[in-house]
């Protein structure tokens, strides 16, 4: 027999039931949206191919008109036959231009209403003089709601991100959450931070402390963040995240971070902190995908810093049932072109 | 069925109090550490907050601290002990925990308990007695748990090597059944002397391989023919993902001076060179040609294992 010592361990193995069902990213397949599929500064006279969901998007512009349809131009003809219903049958897909982006409907074309591209009060509506460093693609390998829970997730920033933005302290920090039929809406107002270090190096806020209203915007059905983060001392950094979900595995992030009203050089070099931030998220969010194949017996457990983030769990569960029962709609709270610039706090 | 199990699942010295080890036992990922004054602890590697593995996350004197959000686990209960940026005057709830392992560790390895019921003090290392200098590993190999074990019987030449031994494919004899294993022999001969196995009269050496019909405690030992060891290795395994297996070993060459034993052996022993290979790199093509023989008897336990049901 051996001589051993053994360890205690202690019965933490039923995690209690929650009534809730399980959160199950890869299950939202959400119809009847706008996705900013492209940068329209991107699409030229060779098509590029996008994907959403499982449908593939294949973008061009055909003498400076842009168009979306599902095959390849020269092969649209051939396979026109096997063309989907969300082209009609067509082969083609509803899309227009705005705001910078390429918006190419996903669902039904039939409601492909315009009017329902989200207000982006901050970017100019024609796209024109929108600076190309600005504009980022990155990507993460996630399902595209884990990826947009990590970025409602506040507390993570401050310790998986510390040492790029920041540890969290402050005198104050107050989170709210208000949410919509069709969105999600996190409101942050911290008193006397410490200042970011990218801002403290780069962005000229000499000062020690600064105070920070930062509101996260976003829409269940597309994936689409707009957040209106501003500093005083020091200025906002408006930027939109669109997480394009390129199958249930992966999203692509054209995102747009406009940093025109900030100094130099942190105007240009802000925008590629994403470059930084995002590997420190897909560390996390790779792993965490597969374990979110199935309802699991074992309920997360959170704090009261994940209201937010449980939120939108419950409002993503609630717009899916409503299009599992065929209810492809907006309701009157969630019309997506309502003027969104008080719930950012632009004007304060 | 079986209630539990013991699982040698790391080797001693690769569990440290700086960083937490990642290992896969059963399929099941784990994560291995120490607390500064050397208690090893295993908890599963999963956050019970949003289901990060915790094997990237910090050590910090309360525990292991999730990369995530910075949740801190006990090692010992799996009990959340901090959640950073509550006020002082919060608690965190008791159920906020990881699931927590029994650890016991003896032998150079770190065992877990694996099971519902109560762990018997028996640790699958336990007939592992070194002498003298060890030599250790650890690797994942390209073959399912249950193959692995089968190759052990059919075929361990194509698993181990021995410098100046050649293993042949003659098995000395049917498996018998010793306790919670079976045992094979197997001949070999010196590379290099007489005139090779296929002519030989009697096997200067036997390899005998101990597979486990439970667990994963595989015993290596080659033998005299007059049953004077030479190498001991105990090699724990157990079913890593997709179908890969996990070995930890340890072993030893014997003190008794072998007078039959060629120059070569002699010099690699004066040396102190390893006298055994556990190979991390299998031949896919020695492992597909392998008849099916000894193994036979151990199909009642690879019946019970999915990954078995491949045709041969
Ligand atoms: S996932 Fe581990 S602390 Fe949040
Ligand atoms: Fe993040």
Known sequence: ?348 | MAEGQWWAVALTEAVSSEKPLPVVCEGEELVLFRNAAGQAFALEDRCPHRRVPLSPGVLTPGGLQCPYHGWTFDGASGVCREIPNLHADERVPARHAAKAFLVAEADGFIHVWRGSGAPTGVLPSAAYRPAGREYSGSAVVNMAHCNYLETMLDGPECLLAFPCVTITDFFLGEPRRDDKHLVLDHGGVWKGKGIGPAFVRDHPLVLRTRVPLVGGAIFVELLTAAEVPLVTIFIASTANRRGTTSLNWRGFRHAHKIPSAPLAWQLRRAAGRAPFEVLAEVKGASIAALRVAPSLNLTSRTRHEAECRNPR
Not at chain 1, 50 to 76: K, M, N, S, T
Request: glycine letters at 6%; zero cysteines.
């Open chain 1, 1 to 348: 027999m051996n001589d051993i010592a053994i360890a205690k361990a202690g019965a933490a193995d039923g995690y209690e039931n929650s009534r809730l069902a399980d959160w199950v990213p890869i299950h939202f397949d959400l119809r009847d949206t706008w996705f900013p599929v492209a940068f329209s500064a991107d699409i030229g006279t060779q098509a590029v191919r996008r994907i959403v969901h499982a449908q593939a998007y294949y973008l061009w512009r055909d003498r400076g008109r842009i168009r979306a349809a599902e095959f390849r131009p020269d092969q649209l003809e051939e396979l026109r036959r096997s063309a989907t219903a969300f082209t009609g049958g067509t082969g083609h897909y509803p899309v227009t231009e705005r705001y910078g982006y390429v918006w190419a409907w996903y669902g039904n074309p039939d409601n492909a209403d315009p009017a329902l591209i989200p207000s982006i009060p901050f970017l100019p509506v024609d796209g024109s003089n929108i600076p190309r460093y600005t504009q980022r693609t990155v990507r993460f390998d996630a399902a595209s709601p884990l990826s947009v829970e990590n970025l409602i997730d506040l507390t993570h920033a401050d310790f998986l991100h510390a040492k790029a933005i920041g540890d969290g302290r402050s005198e104050s920090d107050i989170v709210e959450v208000q949410s919509t039929s069709e969105t999600v809406t996190r409101t942050r107002i911290v008193t006397r931070k410490s200042v970011a270090p990218v801002m403290r190096w780069i962005g000229g806020v000499r000062a020690k402390y600064q105070d920070l209203r930062a509101v996260l915007h976003v829409h269940l059905r597309n994936n689409l963040a707009i957040s209106y983060p501003s500093f005083s001392p020091g200025y906002a950094i408006p930027n939109v995240q669109p997480f394009v979900p390129v199958g249930r595995h992966r999203s692509r992030v054209d995102q747009t971070n406009y940093t025109v009203a900030a100094p130099a050089p942190f105007r240009w070099l802000m925008p590629r902190i994403s470059y930084v931030i995002q590997p420190q998220d897909n560390a996390v969010l790779r792993p965490q995908n597969e374990r979110y194949f199935d309802a699991d017996r074992r309920r997360d457990l959170s704090s009261r810093f994940d209201a937010p983030g449980n939120r939108y769990r419950l409002v993503m569960r609630r717009l899916a049932e409503r299009q599992r029962r065929g209810d492809f709609s907006y309701a009157a709270d969630g019309d997506p072109s309502v003027d969104i610039s008080a719930v950012l706090g632009m004007d304060g």
